[in-house]
T-cell receptor, first 110, second 115 residues
Framework: DAKTTQPTSMDCAEGRAANLPCNHS???????VYWYRQIHSQGPQYIIH???NNETNEMASLIITEDRKSSTLILPHATLRDTAVYYC???????????FGQGTTLQVKP | DTEVTQTPKHLVMGMTNKKSLKCEQH?????MYWYKQKAKKPPELMFV???????INESVPSRFSPECPNSSLLNLHLHALQPEDSALYLC??????????????FGPGTRLTVL
């Protein structure tokens, strides 16, 4: 599975959009991009995934570049409850094998 | 019911004890997972069960023994653990069909301390 690179930490003002980048330059054609988050002392929570098209759900939007070498998770109106570690994972999708990297710690500030 | 439940929440055991962690889901998911998470580190996959059969073992020491008695239940039997096995043990489940394998629902975890 392809490796991902994320910034270690980011801050965001409450009510503003949080844009979390992820580089996955070695992604292959059948690999999906998944995003999870882990709020302190809880289990990880699935957010969204995509293959090559942009995706949106009730939690977030996922923008994948045309060459698929990077992506951005967008939380449109961040709240204090969005403070968490956000993991970007690349996986071929049919084995259940998620390899978590170090993730980005997002701190949403009032 | 969209929950994965794990019991116990906390467990303290000695190195000679035998204990078990339990995980349950009632979402009709056919894939279940055990992860281990050390403090300030990301979760690490240990085992994957698919349709009640072990499909992935990430070279986990034999002192950890998984069991999947039915499609709703997953156990992790612990024996002769070491202090370095102290961690948060997370269970997850997913529909288990194609790309949905990786849309995993996680439980809150069992915090294990080995003395």
């Amino acid at each position: 599975d392809a490796k991902t690179t994320q910034p270690t930490s980011m801050d965001c003002a409450e009510g503003r959009a949080a844009n979390l980048p992820c580089n996955h330059s070695t992604i292959s054609g059948n690999e999906y991009v998944y995003w999870y988050r882990q709020i302190h002392s809880q289990g990880p929570q699935y957010i969204i995934h995509g293959l090559k098209n942009n995706e949106t759900n009730e939690m977030a939007s996922l923008i994948i570049t045309e060459d698929r070498k990077s992506s951005t998770l967008i939380l449109p109106h961040a709240t204090l409850r969005d403070t968490a570690v956000y993991y970007c994972i690349v996986s071929s999708g049919n084995t259940g094998k998620l390899i978590f990297g170090q993730g980005t710690t997002l701190q949403v500030k009032p | 019911d969209t929950e994965v439940t794990q019991t116990p929440k906390h467990l303290v055991m000695g190195m000679t004890n035998k204990k078990s962690l339990k995980c349950e889901q009632h979402m009709g998911h056919r894939a279940m997972y055990w992860y281990k998470q050390k403090a300030k580190k990301p979760p690490e996959l240990m085992f994957v069960y698919s349709y009640e059969k072990l499909s992935i073992n990430e070279s986990v020491p034999s002192r950890f023994s998984p069991e999947c008695p039915n499609s709703s239940l997953l156990n992790l039997h612990l024996h002769a653990l070491q202090p370095e096995d102290s961690a948060l043990y997370l269970c997850a489940s997913s529909r288990g069909e194609g790309v949905s394998y990786n849309e995993q629902f996680f439980g809150p975890g069992t915090r294990l301390t080995v003395l």
